[in-house]
Nanobody, 131 residues
Framework: EVKVVESGGGLVQVGSSLTLSCAVS????????IGWFRQAPGKDREEVSC????????YIADSVRGRFTVSSDNARNMVFLRMTNLEFEDTAVYTC????????????????????????WGQGTQVTVSS
């Protein structure tokens, strides 16, 4: 069974740092691309980063470039999102996803209020940035 599980969210202050972890099972990082998405209330889902070991590609969204980085621990089948200098606007639910399509960014389809991809979503972890 293909699974992804996020951890590391929480309540932090503006300007601080936080690292989210995505643990994957049922596959290896050579097989799936891993994306980090976020969604704030009333806003569209945004892909903030992507890691694709198969093609040696990473992606960081313009909105977070210079503050967020993505990395992996291939031996542990984990992908990390390091977030620094956090801003109020970074408050969102962050979700890790595994995509069978090995490309970055990961293609999403939006239909009838739902985002879908060719793969598996995690359950999401809340990140709240406060003053």
């Amino acid at each position: 069974e293909v699974k992804v599980v996020e951890s590391g969210g929480g309540l932090v202050q503006v300007g601080s740092s936080l690292t989210l972890s995505c643990a994957v099972s049922g596959f290896t990082l050579d097989e799936y691309a891993i994306g980090w998405f976020r969604q704030a209330p009333g806003k569209d889902r945004e892909e903030v980063s992507c890691f694709c070991k198969k093609i040696g590609s990473t992606y960081i969204a313009d909105s977070v470039r210079g503050r967020f980085t993505v990395s992996s621990d291939n031996a542990r089948n984990m992908v990390f999102l390091r977030m620094t200098n956090l801003e109020f606007e970074d408050t969102a639910v962050y979700t890790c996803a595994a995509s069978r399509i090995n490309s970055c960014p990961i293609p999403l389809v939006y239909s009838r209020g739902t985002y879908s991809l060719s793969g598996t979503w995690g359950q999401g972890t809340q990140v709240t940035v406060s003053s």
